[in-house]
């Protein structure tokens, strides 16, 4: 047997609004959110949708196939997402993004094709007499449903953004660019090798975002006003990920005798390559609504500050291709490590993700509301797996004059 | 400056694009020098698979599997409740004992070949004892418990063909009619041939069962060519003709069709449900296969092949076909399809060892990793061998414990004598003919039952069926014929001419070859009584010759590999290897890496000079 999960999902990176934005000099920015992710299938390499486990034949010792186990295991995740950010300079922000896995429910779903005649029961296996057995041999029955609430640290993400010095077509056009940089602190965790349904939340397993990312990006306003605010904007970003190799441990089978029971073979220990990431971004941010705008304690009494604010509404799409390279498994089998890698081969992630923003800024109250929702099933991908995120937020902005 | 930063993005991609490629399911590899020095080098090169097939095959699926059988053999035998069989130990203990035992007959050539092994794969020496033992011991065990299973589940008392002792015709191709025992089978014997010819359509067909727990008319099965009867059907009738025994009367819903063949399938369960070790069961009798005709199909009992069973409750068997002579296009050939324990993990740790020892001959061995030999190989000589096993209770192990008899409290299951791999190993080492290394077979005991054809470059073709002998039925447990040896009734055993032979995996001469004994409550009995593989093997050896006898034009090497795949021979769960050996080419094809094995294309490997 092997173990049912190895489970993937998706946080958001260090999160800045557009492209390109970077906080005054002297602002900090408190972020807190909320994001529920779901995972139920993953990519074949010809864009199908499979379970996120492959199927599992059982067979008796001489008794041929005692039947298919197959998995359609349904994956909810909650975080609490804080991130703090800090204008350094007008150019410079730095920022910190502290992740934590509040809960995590995992749904098996099993079902069962029944095998070969078993003489000797006078019947096929069926689910219950599979489970039965395996009982029988000391491995117990892996839950229908795990929850795990128990508060863990993912990895924390250390980010700063430059904006680029501009040249004077590119202030003449509305035009800005930047870059970022991204290092992730190994906070998180790995998933547990003895426990049949585990989850990890090292930046790897949940599939969020490099331990290493280098960003340029790109913005072009349009309809700007008097006041520098834009009504139309068009980002892009190009980024690398990188992934450093991380050392797992092989499992002993002290819980699940029959499932985690690799490391004679495999290792004590053994690594993961994950493979990094090429990606790049095209966004658009549209201002449908400014808002009344008023002099207040926000902008410093100025009204003429107050214009400059950001607007009311934003609502803004973007599209995100990743292309994710060969994960390498290096342990002592090579059978073993192919028998992962053949699910994590050279693919693509299509991400969408569609933000609405809440400014209240105007208004003379430091507060921004959010809610974005991030698809990976409009486009199928190939060898990742699609996570579907819910994010909602509150960012509250203050300013030390 | 964008120019710059794309570079060593690019670079990096190059760098981490490897695509992973799959690594080969079958290996070969050449060893070469002493006993020890082979062993090392194959420890060696493949210690990550053998390790890989030790804790796949064995700590993850065998041990534990075994290790259900702990509390019925400690009700027999009470030295598997001491501590050293608890806490998980008992299947590997109970193995290791065994290999411990078989380890003296190993010789020091191949005890030498077991710690090269071990040392180069990091297996402890008993670890790999084990890893070379344990089919035959497992074989042995699993036999006996098959046998206390089928002993627990209901017998068949007797089988009547109703109106067959009247109807003025010869319905068992004895030459007379209507004697008084003409149509049925009271006690019942399994039968290897028809058990009825010449009925009449609207013959009834009658069964009983007897257990001491109750027969359950709930479990009772009565399959009719493709037409199945249970409980309830209006053509079956039940009758309680004393506690523990149930008669069962199928009467056909229609006439049955005229000069046909009609294969009925029986099978009842008791009332007593076990509960540990799971999942909860009643003890099945094992299908149990009666084969007729009906009038006007003009055929002797002998003369009828048993067509193939659809109903999904049947595999096929391993079997091997040799042919030589007219029946060989060009050279002797001998194919090999063996099925046994593939657990999703065997096939992924094949591998063709060519052996070129210091002394000796040359040798290729179709087997997996960390295991010193196979069960199909051919030497330099021209000599090639390959054994399928044939259930028997005349094993060492039953032997074992017929010797500690008088003191069942410290006895144990102990087996004894050559593994069959050994055996074949033996065989092309020493042999440069077929008579040679039939002799070879015979000179030691094996620890279970097994049918070892073997074949020379000359046209020498063999098969010699082995036992343990543990009854000393005074053949020395060695039973062999070839293509023109013929049975009491001046009928070949298993050959359609002087040039082929067809080996199943039951026995063909050694019918009889266990005898009728009480031992401390168990019936031990004759393979065909009880072994899951006798009906199945006499459909694969039917099934094989049908193909063989259509082939009019001599047989060729691919011809062979394609009756290898044909699906209908082919066990879809267990297949380990296929195997055609070309023995004048020195040519060894096989198929393996997969399940089944044949599922992938054969692949030749010429053994050097």
């Not at chain 1, 430059?162 to 940089?181: D, I, T």
Request: aromatic fraction near 10%; charge should be negative.
């Amino acid at each position: 047997m092997r173990r049912l999960f190895f489970l993937v999902t998706l946080v958001p990176a260090l999160a800045f609004a557009m492209e390109t934005q970077v906080l005054p000099q002297g602002a900090i920015m408190l972020d807190v959110g909320y994001l529920r992710t779901s995972l139920d299938k993953q990519w074949s390499g010809e864009r199908k949708p499979l379970a996120l486990i492959d199927e599992l034949p059982r067979y008796e010792p001489g008794g041929g196939l005692q039947g298919i186990l197959r998995a359609r295991p349904v994956a909810e995740f909650d975080f609490l997402l804080v991130q703090a950010l800090y204008g350094v300079t007008d150019s410079l922000s730095v920022g910190v993004n502290v992740p934590i896995l509040m809960r995590s429910t995992i749904s098996t779903n099993l079902s069962w094709q029944p095998g070969d005649y078993q003489p000797q029961l006078g019947r096929s296996y069926s689910l219950e007499d599979f489970w039965s057995w395996a009982e029988s041999m000391g491995q117990p029955r892996v839950a229908d449903r795990a929850v795990d609430s128990r508060f863990r640290l993912a990895d924390i993400v250390l980010g700063a953004k430059y904006l680029l010095p501009r040249f004077e077509w590119m202030k003449a056009n509305a035009f800005r660019w930047s870059a970022q940089l991204n290092v992730a602190l190994p906070t998180g965790t790995n998933a547990d090798p003895e426990e049949a349904v585990s989850v990890g939340t090292n930046l790897w397993e949940l599939h969020a975002a490099g331990d290493v990312e280098l960003h340029l990006a790109a913005d072009k306003h349009f309809f700007v006003d008097e006041h520098g605010v834009y009504r139309l904007n068009i980002g892009a970003d190009v980024f690398y990920a990188f992934f450093r190799p991380r050392q797992y441990q092989g499992g002993r089978g002290l819980k699940n005798p029959l499932l985690n029971n690799n490391a004679f073979y495999v290792g004590d220990t053994y690594w993961i390559d994950p493979g990094d990431w090429l990606a790049g971004t095209l966004s658009i941010d549209v201002v449908p609504f400014l808002g009344p705008t008023r002099a207040s304690i926000v902008s410093g009494g100025s009204l003429e500050k107050a214009h400059a604010l950001p607007p009311m509404l934003t609502l803004s799409a973007s599209y995100t291709y990743v292309g994710t390279f060969q994960s390498d498994w290096q342990s002592a089998s090579k059978l073993w490590d192919w028998d992962r890698e053949k699910l994590w081969q050279a693919g693509e992630k299509n991400v969408f993700r569609f933000t609405g923003t809440i400014s209240l800024l105007r208004l003379g109250v430091p507060l921004q509301l959010y809610a974005s929702y991030r698809s990976q099933d409009i486009i199928p991908g190939r060898y990742t797996r699609p996570a579907n995120v819910f994010t909602g937020g509150v960012r509250a902005v203050m300013k030390f004059w | 400056m964008r120019l710059l930063l794309l570079l060593p993005v690019l670079s990096l991609a190059t760098l981490a694009c490897a695509p992973a490629t799959p690594p080969p399911t079958r290996e070969t590899i050449v060893v070469t020098g002493s006993a020890y020095d082979r062993g090392l080098q194959h420890g060696t090169a493949l210690r990550s698979k053998i390790r890989s097939f030790y804790t796949t095959l064995l700590n993850n699926s065998l041990y534990p599997f075994l290790s259900r059988e702990q509390p019925d053999i400690a009700g027999l035998l009470k030295e598997y409740d001491s501590d050293r069989y608890k806490e998980g130990r008992f299947a590997f203990e109970l193995l290791l004992d065994s290999a411990k035992s078989i380890e003296r007959d190993l010789g020091r050539a191949g005890r030498d070949e077991l710690r090269g092994i071990a040392e180069g794969s990091g297996l402890t020496y008993e670890q790999a004892l084990v890893l070379n033992t344990f089919v035959d011991t497992t074989l042995a065990v699993r036999g006996i418990g098959l046998a206390i299973r089928q002993g627990r589940a209901p017998v068949i008392e007797s089988v009547e063909f109703l109106g067959a002792g009247a109807d003025q015709v010869d319905n068992d191709g004895d030459g007379s009619s209507d004697e008084t025992d003409e149509g049925v089978f009271r006690p019942y014997d399994p039968p290897f041939f028809a058990a009825a010819v010449e009925l009449d359509v609207r013959t009834r067909l009658r069964v009983v069962f007897s257990d001491a727990d109750g027969v359950e008319p709930q479990t009772v099965r009565v399959r009719v060519n493709e037409a199945l009867y249970l409980h309830g059907d209006p053509s079956l009738e039940f009758v309680d003709l004393s506690p523990g025994r149930l008669q069962v009367t199928w009467t056909p819903p229609e006439p049955l069709p005229l000069a046909s063949q009609i294969t009925f399938v029986l099978s009842a369960g008791d009332t007593r449900i076990i509960e540990i070790p799971g999942p909860p069961r009643a003890s099945f009798r094992r299908d149990e296969e009666l084969l007729v005709t009906t009038r006007g199909a003009g055929l002797h009992p002998r003369d009828i092949s048993r067509p193939p069973l659809t109903d999904n409750r049947t595999r096929p068997p391993p079997f091997a076909v040799g042919v030589k002579g007219a029946r060989a296009a060009s050279g002797p050939l001998l194919a090999h399809s063996f099925a046994l324990l593939d657990a999703n993990t065997a096939h992924k740790h094949t591998v063709v060892v060519e052996h070129r020892p210091d002394n000796g001959p040359p040798y290729l061995t179709v087997g997996w990793a960390g295991i010193v030999y196979g069960l199909s190989g051919l030497n330099s000589r021209g000599v090639g061998v390959a054994c399928n096993p044939s259930d028997t209770l005349d094993n060492s192990v039953v032997g074992s414990v017929l010797s500690q008899a008088a003191d069942l409290s410290k006895a144990k299951l102990l087996a004894s004598g050559l593994p069959a791999g050994f055996l074949v190993k033996r065989v092309l080492e020493r042999a440069g003919t077929a008579a040679e290394g039939a002799a070879v077979l015979a000179e030691d005991s094996p620890v279970y039952g097994w049918n070892c054809t073997v074949a020379d470059d000359q046209g020498g073709l063999e098969v010699v069926e082995l036992d343990s002998d543990a009854f000393k039925q005074g053949q020395g447990g060695v039973y062999g014929y070839g293509p023109t040896d013929r049975d009491a009734t001046m009928r070949r055993f298993s050959s359609l001419t002087d040039d082929d032979l067809i080996v199943g995996s039951s026995y063909t001469r050694n019918r009889d070859d266990s005898i009728f004994l009480n031992l401390a409550g168990q019936r031990v009995v004759p393979q065909r009584y009880w072994s899951g593989f006798f009906f199945r093997s006499r459909r694969v050896i039917d099934n094989v010759t049908r193909r063989l006898q259509a082939r009019a034009e001599p047989v060729d090497v691919p011809w062979l590999e394609g009756l290898l795949a044909e699906p209908e021979v082919v066990d879809r769960s267990d297949s380990m290897n296929a195997v055609v050996l070309d023995l004048r080419a020195r040519t060894v094809h096989s198929a393996m890496g997969a399940v089944p094995a044949p599922s992938v294309p054969f692949v030749a490997t010429e053994l050097r000079p």
